[in-house]
């Protein structure tokens, strides 16, 4: 038996995918951990789930793209899955083709190191599902958008 942090009792053994580092001086920009997609996979994703309604109003790109999302999101049951917008690195790049305008990537994140978020350890099989899914490793991604002056 395993005590966790909280005091539970586990019986099983389970190894977090990736620890990201606390940083002792707060970074300009969060960092997230995840995989480059192309913009258009959530709404290709989208695309076989059918809704009744879709015969009266069929669905846009957006709503699509939500749908694809949220049946990800669920599958592979990763409480903080999100989309965010990051800075392309220098290495590992993402394809060109999957580059908006700005030179800026779609990023599937998994974790970041907000601390507001709530702290949660993956299981391995989740990570593992989205790795063989999207066929590449995760990495680490500079989102867009600054951090809030007040955190």
């Given amino acids: 038996m395993r005590h966790n942090s909280a005091g539970l009792t ?13 940083h002792h001086l707060k970074q300009h ?19 076989h789930i059918r809704y009744p309604e879709d015969g009266f109003e069929p ?3 957006k709503e699509l793209s939500i749908r694809g999302f ?5 599958a592979v049951d990763i409480d903080p ?7 392309q690195p220098e290495k590992n790049s993402a394809p060109p083709e999957c580059l908006d305008v700005d030179e800026e990537v779609m990023v599937l994140s998994v974790c ?7 702290p949660v350890i993956h299981y391995q099989e989740q990570v593992d599902y989205l790795l063989n899914l999207l066929g590449r490793q995760l990495q680490r991604w500079v989102n867009i958008w600054p951090r809030n002056d007040w955190e």
């Fill in 112 to 118: 970041s190191d907000d601390e507001a978020e709530i």
């Fill in 70 to 74: 949220a049946y990800l999101r669920w």
């Fill in 29 to 47: 920009y969060k960092q997230n951990y995840g995989f480059w997609i192309n913009d258009k996979w959530p709404a290709d994703l989208g695309k």
């Fill in 59 to 61: 669905p846009n790109e």
């Fill in 10 to 22: 586990s019986s099983r053994s389970v190894e977090p995918t990736a620890r990201l580092p606390r």
């Fill in 81 to 87: 899955l999100t989309m965010e917008n990051c800075f």
